[in-house]
């Protein structure tokens, strides 16, 4: 089994043997244990496959392009020296707000209507390696998927690219019918020609039949939240959601989400169709969508973090993320899985994984309190 911090895409996102999670010692070496023990040291993501080329503009997302984690670690060891360089605006794009208190905010209503506990699951990692195909072992991720909603979970992210297909199957088989507060997110605009292939099409006729495949794949009639993966260069932006928001307005979809994109791009999809929620890449150490967690806050859409446990540039033993999982008995994953919900109040971190202990933990995490002191030392982290 493999575990993710992410979905996802889910950011993302398959576990390790508990020695790898130890409570000291520094998060890249804690990061590289894992990825080593998942994929014979590639990353489980995309099975160490090289970036496919897509839209330029996206390129730091993982999820869709196949970046081994250690290429990751290595590509974050260079940029986040230059963002150091340039300061903490070129890492924020807005001023991290204070710590919201989660005990008094552990939901958030979706499109105004659709109440989710903050915390929930990504799935794309019960698929097989490489977000390929069928899971080795169907039967753990068929527990594993019915754990997480056994645990109160009541948000599960998917799309139809992973897999391609198989994460909806899973679900739909895991849990159809469906408990009635359950609200699957699913997205389309990916499509899967080849394992750690991820190839944008946002045509309008691709869309509505992805839409379909959705439905039927996961016994739907109507979709509660369907996201556009990512934006196609070669399509306009009104062109896409011009064709998800006649999917809409037959019927077939509840509410809309965006994934991968920038404040501009999010008030030109509302002049389109209503938008209730955004999914962009987002961690302690990875904050280039500050700006996008903005828009969300002020305008009162849900963000869901892909990959909330990013990679590092190399923490020492004594950082602030460390010392807080020491104070609290707990694992540095799931500090940071805490530092997320009090973030925003709008924050719906979306952690996969594949392995039944991995979910546990990080259900677990909705219950850790960090004090004012600690959040304010792990929110100096990345400046």
């Known amino acids: 089994m493999n575990r993710s911090r992410g979905d996802g895409p889910a950011s993302g996102r398959t576990g390790p043997a508990p020695s ?26 995309f099975g160490g496959r090289t970036l496919n080329s897509m839209d330029k503009k996206s390129s730091g997302s993982n999820e869709e392009h196949g970046v081994t984690r250690r290429t990751f670690l290595g590509t974050t060891l260079v940029t986040g020296a230059a963002l150091l360089a340039r300061g903490p605006g070129a890492i924020f794009g807005a001023e991290s707000s204070k710590p919201v208190n989660v005990g008094t905010n552990p939901t958030w209503k979706l ?21 390929w195909g069928w899971p080795p072992d169907r039967g753990n991720a068929l527990k594993v998927v019915r754990r997480a909603v056994e645990l109160g979970v009541n948000l599960i992210d ?10 909806e199957l899973l679900i739909a088989e ?20 080849g394992p750690g292939e991820w190839v944008p099409d946002g045509r309008p006729q691709h869309l509505k039949q992805a839409v379909d495949g959705s439905l039927k794949r996961l016994r739907l009639e109507r979709i509660d939240v369907y996201q556009l993966h990512r934006i196609d260069p070669k399509v306009a932006l009104e062109e896409s959601l ?12 509840r509410h809309v989400g965006l994934s991968n994109v920038e404040p501009e791009e999010i008030e030109r999809a509302r002049k389109i169709v209503p938008i209730v929620s955004v999914q962009n890449r987002y961690n302690i150490e990875d904050r280039k969508s500050e700006n996008a967690l903005a828009y969300c806050e002020k305008n009162g859409l849900g963000f869901l973090p892909w990959f909330p446990i990013g990679g ?19 694992s540095v994953f799931q500090v940071a899985l805490a530092w997320l919900l009090e973030r925003s109040p709008v924050m719906l971190p979306i952690p996969g994984t594949s392995s039944l202990a991995h979910l546990e933990e990080n259900v677990a995490a909705s219950k850790l309190k960090l004090t004012p002191e600690e959040w304010k030392a792990i929110n100096a982290l990345a400046s």
């Open 242 to 253: 011009g064709a998800i928001k006649e999917m809409k307005d037959a019927g077939k979809i």
């Open 174 to 193: 895991a849990l159809y019918p469906y408990p009635k507060s359950l609200v699957i997110a699913t997205k389309g605009g990916l499509t899967r020609p």
């Open 312 to 330: 590092t540039r190399g923490l020492k033993p004594e950082n602030a993320l460390n010392s807080a999982a020491k104070a609290h008995g707990v």
């Open 111 to 131: 499109g105004g209507d659709l109440t989710v506990n903050r915390l929930g699951f990504g799935a794309m990692r019960v698929t097989g390696e490489g977000i």
């Open 20 to 45: 790898a999670r130890g409570r000291a010692g520094s998060i890249l070496s804690v990061q590289l244990s894992y990825t080593n023990q998942r994929c014979g040291s590639v990353d489980s993501d």
């Open 158 to 167: 998917t799309a139809d690219a992973y897999g391609p297909e198989t994460s």
